[in-house]
Nanobody
């Protein structure tokens, strides 16, 4: 059974940091690119970052470039999102995502709230 489980969300003050993690199971993690998306309150889900299967290629949305870093561990089957210099507009539910042979798999999401 393919499963993605996010963790690490919470409440943080502006300028603070959080590290999200996504644990994957049920598929050969090391051969698939992984992505993070987020859905701010009342808005559409948007793409945040992507990392290639081997971790050598990383891409970011302009809104997070220079502040967020995506990484992966192909031994532990996890993909992480280090978020620094957080802003109130980063408040959202964060999801990890994988596309498996035409199937799009989502985790349940983890809430990140940036507020003073």
């Amino acid at each position: 059974q393919v499963q993605l489980v996010e963790s690490g969300g919470g409440l943080v003050q502006p300028g603070g940091s959080l590290r999200l993690s996504c644990a994957a199971s049920g598929f050969t993690f090391s051969v698939y690119a992984m992505s993070w998306y987020r859905q701010p309150p009342g808005k559409e889900r948007e793409w945040v970052a992507r990392i290639s299967s081997g971790g050598l290629s990383r891409n970011y949305a302009d809104s997070v470039k220079g502040r967020f870093t995506i990484s992966r561990d192909n031994v532990k089957n996890t993909v992480n999102l280090q978020m620094n210099s957080l802003k109130p507009e980063d408040t959202a539910v964060y999801y990890c995502n994988v596309q498996l042979n035409g199937r799009i798999i989502w985790g349940q999401g983890t809430q990140v709230t940036v507020s003073s």
